[in-house]
């Protein structure tokens, strides 16, 4: 049985007031992103307030879902931000609870915040998402003259393409004005050119007039059959200003939700399977229709008896016959007759096989986005998990409370989600990507991060530490690492200078029986490296001396002996034996040709450098016994 105890109280009231404050910073953040993509249709427009009212209202209904993850994220790495920074994580600890058995209660609300998100998607965003769609349909039909975009055809007015090259938006013209104007029959087609021109709403919102300057006016004469005939009879007029009305509802009214049948986003998990089905019905219907047309056009075969089909192989056999000959004996104009037939006959069935292609593809494209937003029901509401197992730990890493360090982390780790998570929907949308794969592709990513960062900081790991990574980092690359030692200012124990005179000539003894034992400087056996290497325990042992050595002298207090120190390399004891610690890893590596030839260049490189390190030891042993001599001397004189 789950017990709250009152820490999981005190943590979850901790994170609910921070939940509500972030959870409505994100809103906001998503409308305004949401609300400045379609500011266009809004500004100028004279929408009345409870239009606008029902825009906004829909349009965070909608957005709620999104902004779910990013506030759990966010909250959730404030919370243990100000635990760790106020000390009261340490003290949670000190008591014997893990970090882990402090998420409990907050696993409990994010659990429930999960299927809020997944009810919210399932119930109200469908209903939500259809609203605005019919708000942004009747309101991007309202005021044209507004509308009318720059460089492109306009089609928002009935019967008529209005383009446009430049517009003033202080005076309200129109520059570089084509007008192209259709009704259902050819013989009213007109194409109206004009250097300038004014849009403007009647007072009844039922037409529009337009007055044009300087232009000519192209218009049909009659109906004309296109077979007949390649020319249509027209009539030209110049003119120096005119004026035209066109029918147009400026009002706004709401439009109508059949043309949104098959936006998935608009239905529900239970309706999205439906039409799925129904789609699946409709257009295996197309395809089998389409497969039977086929048969009986392109790919028919007639029918003969068995008689007639064994009398034809026979022949077949006894004629040396090829169609190239039968084609040979044809006359000259009967062999172009033939071919532009041949050719005829393939266009026209290019041609409906790429308008039934067309047909299919958009089918395709239409059960695409239906499965996909049924994979995004549910990936988004796994997200809000996924973002508080990538929060709370972070928080309880970095300890830092406030809106500044842990808001710079939740948008770095929220746009890496973004990133894959739009790139996998696209890529779905398109078909290049399995649907699945596209949609899990954030959660699969970042998974990993989560149970990471989960373990670092249940275990007091430090992930943020960049001196770590950096030796990290050096030594995978095989770089050197430089000593760093300072003259300390208390010095307890003096160093053993008689004893460390005895080390130096000891390690440099031993230095110069491993060169004459090992050949560094030759390459090594490639089977004993990868399948039978040994371990070097000498230079180890090597190493060790000379290390403890270096600790006891760095309690001297002369700053020349301390530069002498530094110039000690740091032995690398183990990559001039073999790639790896594993003996697997080993015959993997040589297996693979490629990273064979990788690590045991490595390997030799390695050799080449311990050769020069164990020398240049030899060479600082000298100078540092002599300066070791030169202070026993002062010391023994006084």
Not at 141 to 170: A, C, H, T
Not at 300 to 328: C, I, Q, R, Y
Not at 445 to 459: D, E
Request: aromatic share 12%; hydrophobic share 45%; proline share 3%.
């Amino acid at each position: 049985m789950l017990r709250f105890k009152k820490l999981d109280i005190f943590i979850a009231r901790q994170f609910s007031l921070l939940f509500i404050g972030t959870f409505f910073i994100c809103q906001f953040v998503l409308m305004m992103q949401f609300l400045w993509k379609y500011i266009d249709m809004l500004i100028g427009k004279g929408l009345s307030m409870d239009v606008l009212a029902q825009f906004f209202w829909y349009m965070a209904l909608m957005l709620v879902p999104q902004a779910l993850p990013l506030a759990i994220l966010l909250s959730s790495l404030i919370t243990y931000g100000n635990l760790g920074e106020s000390s009261e994580l340490t003290a949670i600890k000190a008591a014997g609870i893990s970090l882990v058995q402090s998420f409990r209660s907050l696993i409990v609300i994010t659990v429930m915040l999960c299927l809020c998100s997944f009810w919210f998607q399932n119930v109200v965003g469908p209903h939500a998402n259809v609203e605005l769609s019919k708000l942004m349909i009747s309101m991007k039909q309202k005021s044209p003259e507004l509308e009318i975009p720059e460089g492109i055809f306009y089609d928002g007015v009935p019967q008529s393409n209005i383009y446009v090259q430049r517009k003033d938006l202080n005076t309200g013209k129109l520059y570089g004005v084509m007008i192209y104007r259709m009704t259902e029959s050819y013989e009213d087609a007109a194409i109206i050119l004009a250097d300038s021109a004014m849009l403007q709403s009647t007072a009844e919102k039922k037409h529009l007039v337009m007055t044009l300057w300087s232009g000519e006016w192209f218009e049909n004469m009659r109906s004309q059959d296109f077979g007949n005939t390649a020319s249509v009879p027209y009539r030209r007029e110049t003119f120096v200003s005119k004026k035209i009305v066109m029918d147009f509802d400026g009002d706004f009214n709401m439009a109508d939700a059949g043309g949104l049948s098959n936006d998935a986003r608009g239905k529900s998990l239970e309706q999205i399977r439906v039409s799925i089905d129904s789609l699946n019905h409709v257009y295996d219907s197309i395809g089998r229709s389409y497969y039977r047309y086929a048969m009986g056009t392109t790919y028919s075969v007639p029918h003969m008896t068995k008689s007639d089909s064994v009398k034809a192989v026979a022949w077949g056999k006894e004629k040396s016959m090829t169609l190239d000959t039968l084609f040979n004996r044809l006359p000259l104009d009967k062999k172009q007759q033939v071919a532009n037939a041949a050719l005829n006959q393939v266009q026209a069935y290019a041609s409906d096989l790429d308008f039934k292609s067309m047909l299919t593809s958009d089918g395709d494209r239409i059960i695409r986005g239906h499965v996909i937003e049924m994979f995004n029901k549910f990936t988004v509401a796994l997200s809000c998990l996924l973002f508080f197992f990538i929060g709370a730990p972070l928080g309880a890493i970095i300890r830092k409370g406030g809106l500044g360090f842990p808001v710079v982390i939740s948008v770095l780790v929220f746009i890496v989600y973004y990133i894959l998570d739009n790139s996998g929907y696209r890529m779905a949308r398109l078909g290049s990507w399995d649907i699945w794969f596209g949609k899990t592709l954030a959660l699969a990513v970042l998974s990993p991060v989560a149970v990471f960062v989960t373990y670092k900081a249940n275990n007091d790991s430090t992930v943020f530490n960049i001196d770590l990574y950096r030796e990290l980092l050096k030594r995978l690359l095989g770089m050197r690492i430089k000593r760093h030692l300072y003259a300390k200012d208390v010095i307890i124990n003096l160093p053993d200078y008689d004893k460390d005179l005895l080390k130096l000539a000891g390690i440099t003894a031993d230095v110069k029986k491993y060169e004459q034992e090992h050949t560094l400087r030759s390459l090594p056996n490639p089977v004993t490296v990868f399948f039978k290497y040994k371990l070097d325990h000498e230079i180890e042992r090597i190493s060790e001396e000379m290390e403890l050595l270096i600790e006891d002298l760095h309690n001297t207090r002369s700053r020349q002996l301390i530069v002498e120190l530094n110039r000690y390399p740091v032995l690398s004891v183990k990559a001039h034996t073999r790639p790896f610690e594993r003996q697997w890893l080993n015959g993997l590596s040589a297996v693979v040709l490629p990273l064979g030839i990788f690590f045991y260049l490595r390997m030799v490189r390695f050799r080449l450098r311990l050769y020069k390190d164990l020398r240049v030891i030899c060479q600082n042993n000298e100078r540092i016994s002599r300066q070791v001599e030169d202070i026993v001397k002062q010391r023994n004189k006084h």
